[in-house]
């Protein structure tokens, strides 16, 4: 199983970033698949998911209306599009899936929200 996180960088208060997160080694089109992240000095959080069967989603409360999970199964790609993002947006965001009980992450791709 592996996960590659692409997308981060730094942007403007306001501004948007489009994260993707490249699948392989397993069949992700059957699997919720999530993004999490981790600022500075904090436990990792759930962001968003979005699950397989229905491609029905799930967002963090302190995201919802900005941020939209999205799913490319013949790509075996799973996008993060962020809207309007604040300061506290800042953090690494981490591409998740969990498979029977063993949970997978890639490597992260930092997210920095200054002006």
């Known amino acids: 199983v592996q996960l590659v996180e692409f997308g981060g960088g730094l942007v403007q208060p306001g501004g948007s970033l489009r994260l993707s997160c490249a699948a392989s080694?397993?069949?992700?089109?059957?699997?919720?698949m999530g993004w999490f992240r981790q600022a500075p000095g904090k436990d990792r959080e759930f962001v968003a998911s979005?699950?397989?069967?229905?491609?029905?989603?799930n967002y963090a409360d302190s995201v919802k209306g900005r941020f939209t999970i999205s799913r490319d199964n013949a790509k075996s790609t799973v996008y993060l599009h962020m809207n309007s993002l604040k300061p506290e947006d800042t953090a690494v965001y981490y591409c998740?899936?969990?498979?029977?009980?063993?949970?997978?992450w890639g490597q992260g791709t930092q997210v920095t929200v200054s002006s």
């Open positions: 998740n899936v969990r498979i029977s009980t063993l949970n997978y």
């Open positions: 080694g397993f069949t992700s089109s059957r699997y919720t």
């Open positions: 979005i699950r397989s069967i229905d491609a029905g989603t």
